[in-house]
């Protein structure tokens, strides 16, 4: 299958070209020809799949087949909104909407908090077709009744389950109470807990699902252990596990970027990552998932091992 194939229209395809991409990822496959129909979507795939686009390509066909929207002045409205978790995430969303819609005459724009209101208002002012944002900023303008969502036909979840993890769901259900309850609705997530489920069926009218393979997801006969320990003695514990775990061959790791390192910061502590193979289990037992600490805080008979409780 290529992108021609899934009938998207040629300013759309002239700019996937110009990316480089030469055939859909299988998200793609299987979620553009579904959001193309008009129906919902629920769609199991996490970062790295494609999603992105799996969306966005569809969406932006859809609205640059039809007129714009105009609000009472006259304004363009919004008639796609894509919610993100993070401030990070609606940007790279925006970016993408962007980048595959350069030839469209469509507009977009990404708030998100932790910057000034006034510039969102402005930009909002001016007509915007697709918005891209983080649920407590959006919020903070339909308050401020600076944001009008009532001309909105395509509504995206993006990272539901983490929207979820991040405590947003009383936001969420907030702003489904003030979009358009007949929309098209798509809702992306990399797992689909009870939570999920739940949420799907307040906001999904028999939706399509799909669900594309996990990338990088962890082998099941893998054991994974987190360490912590302090910067200076990281030497010392690897050298300790390979000694005691009689491992034959190691790959150790560094992760030099601040921004990474910043994901340890709530344990103030860096951290030394091992993957051990365990003993295959039953397909039926999980794999162990520990952390622990090093040196142990409370050394049993002056033993250095490694204090580590299953969990
Ligand atoms: P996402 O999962 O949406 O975060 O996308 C992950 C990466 O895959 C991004 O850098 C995209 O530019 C890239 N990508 C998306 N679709 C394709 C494709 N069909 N072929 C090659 N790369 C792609």
Known sequence: MNFTELGLAEPILRAVREEGYENPTPIQAQAIPAVLKG??????AQTGT?????????LLHRLAADKPARDARGR???RALILTPTRELAAQVEESVRTYGKYLPL??????????????IDRLRKGVDILVATPGRLLDHHQQGTLDLSHVQVFVLDEADRMLDMGFIHDIKK??????????????????SDDIKALADRLLNQPSLIEVARRNATAETIAQRVIMTGRE??????AQ??????WRSTAPTAWPSTSRR????PWRSTATRARVRAPRRSASSKPARCRCWWPPTLPRGGSTSTNCRTS
């Open 39 to 44: 129906g919902d979507l629920m769609a199991g």
């Open 262 to 265: 910043k994901v340890f910061q």
């Open 233 to 238: 003695r990281k030497k010392e514990l690897l």
């Open 76 to 78: 363009v409205a919004i």
């Open 50 to 58: 494609g999603k992105t686009a799996g969306f966005t390509l569809p």
């Open 175 to 192: 702003v489904l109470a003030i979009v358009p309850a007949k929309k098209q609705s798509l809702l992306f997530s990399a797992t689909f």
């Open 241 to 246: 596990l390979i000694r005691e775990g009689d």
């Open 107 to 120: 507009t977009s724009m990404v708030m998100f908090g932790g910057v000034g209101m006034q510039p969102q």
